[in-house]
Nanobody, 117 residues
């Protein structure tokens, strides 16, 4: 079973930057498609960025040009670089992985991100 451990959440000022990391363990070869979801309080969870096993990326329109997803399979790590953060409601960001064999989805614990002046 794949385990995803996230870090990098916290408080940041509007316009600031944060980088989230997600380390996979449990025997994964990092051949999974990976992504980052976010969920604001009272809102549905939404995909913000996606990266395939061969590093093809796609960003949601809401974050395009500000967020960057990347991965290093040798380190079993996926990052989400978040720049020009807006003073939106607090959100929880979840790292995700999808097995190309079983199709099962795996989720990280979801660190809290707060953007405030």
């Amino acid at each position: 079973q794949v385990q995803l451990v996230e870090s990098g959440g916290g408080l940041v000022q509007p316009g600031g930057s944060l980088r989230l990391s997600c380390v996979a363990s449990g025997g994964t070869s990092m051949s999974y498609d990976m992504g980052w979801y976010r969920q604001n309080q009272g809102k549905q969870r939404e995909l913000v960025a996606h990266i395939t096993s061969n590093s093809r990326t796609k960003d949601a329109d809401a974050v395009k040009g500000r967020f960057t997803i990347s991965r290093d399979n040798a380190k079993n790590t996926v990052w989400l670089q978040m720049n020009s953060l807006k003073p939106d409601a607090p959100a929880v960001y979840y790292c995700t992985a999808r097995s190309p064999i079983s199709g099962n989805d795996y989720w990280g614990q979801g660190p809290q991100i707060t953007v405030s002046s």
